[in-house]
C-alpha cells in the first residue's frame, strides 16, 4: 500500500520560510482554501497555517547552535484524529494514506486538534471547520502540470532541497532509502501514531581552525599576534580611509 510523506532534511534547513508561504499561496486558493487571517498581525493574532518552522537554541552557552525545525501534518498510518471524528469529516485514504478533511461534513468541535498530539490541526476562523496539511494532494495528482512540478508547494519552494516528497513504503524510492542510510526518524514515535512524515538528523561537522588562519581586526583580547606594519613607502589602511 502506497504512503506518501515528507522527509526533511534539519541538517540544511535554514528556516527561511519558503515552505510556510508556499503553502499558504497555494493552498489560499486550492482545496484546502480559503487560509483565512483577519487578524495576523495584532496582540492577539488569528491565522490558519498548515505548515510551520519553529526555531530553537540548543546546547550550552557559548557552545549553542540554532536548530530549525518545520512541522506540519504527519499523516500518521494510525491517525488518532480520525477515530475522535463524530462526523466523519476526518479520514485517511487507502490509495495513498493522505490524511484529509471532509468541509462538508466538519463542524468545528475541535476534537481532532486535541487528540493530534503533534498540534496540527487549525480552524478556520471564517468558516469553522478544521483544516490541516493536504499533501498538495489537488498539485500532485494534477496531470496538466509537468510531472517534475507535481510535487507538495512547500517541496518545490524549498531552496536548499530540505524537503522531499516520495511513498515511504516503497524500499526503493528515494525517500525509504535516505530514511535508511541517514536514520531518519519519527517525531514522537511512542504515541503509536506510526507518522508517515520522517526527519533527517543534523549532522555535526567540526570546524578546525589553525592559530594562523584567523586573525581579528580587532583584536580585542591583544591575545593575537598584530598585524605587520606596512612598509614607509606603502600606505596604511588609516591612510587608505583618510582618503
Request: hydrophobic content about 30%; aromatic content about 8%; charged content about 25%.
Amino acid at each position: 500500500m502506497t504512503q506518501l510523506a515528507l522527509i526533511i532534511d534539519l541538517n540544511v534547513c535554514v528556516g527561511c520560510s519558503a515552505c510556510v508561504t508556499s503553502c499558504k499561496e497555494w493552498n489560499t486558493s486550492g482545496l484546502a482554501g480559503p487560509m483565512t487571517d483577519r487578524n495576523p498581525y495584532d496582540a492577539d493574532p488569528t491565522g490558519t497555517f498548515f505548515n510551520r518552522v519553529q526555531t530553537f537554541e540548543v546546547g550550552a552557552y557559548p557552545h549553542t547552535e540554532t536548530v530549525h525545525f518545520p512541522k506540519s501534518c504527519l499523516h500518521c498510518e494510525e491517525p488518532p484524529c480520525v477515530p475522535v471524528c463524530p462526523t466523519g469529516a476526518s479520514y485517511k485514504r487507502p490509495e495513498d494514506g493522505i490524511v484529509l478533511v471532509d468541509y462538508d461534513k466538519c463542524i468545528g468541535c475541535k476534537y481532532c486538534s486535541w487528540a493530534c498530539p503533534y498540534g496540527a490541526r487549525e480552524i478556520d476562523e471564517q468558516q469553522k471547520v478544521m483544516k490541516k496539511c493536504t499533501l498538495c494532494v489537488d498539485r500532485i495528482y494534477d496531470e496538466s502540470l509537468p510531472e517534475r512540478e507535481r510535487k507538495p508547494s512547500c517541496v518545490l519552494a524549498c531552496p536548499t532541497n530540505a524537503r522531499l516528497f516520495g511513498d515511504v513504503h516503497d524500499p526503493e524510492s528515494e525517500v525509504s532509502v535516505l530514511i535508511r542510510e541517514e536514520g531518519g526518524y519519527q517525531l514522537m514515535p511512542e504515541w503509536g501514531t506510526k507518522p508517515a512524515n520522517h526527519y533527517l538528523p543534523r549532522r555535526k561537522t567540526r570546524l578546525r581552525i589553525h592559530d594562523d588562519e584567523l586573525v581579528r581586526v580587532d583584536n580585542p583580547l591583544k591575545k593575537e599576534a598584530p598585524r605587520p606594519r606596512p612598509a614607509l613607502d606603502e600606505p596604511s589602511l588609516d591612510d587608505v580611509t583618510s582618503w
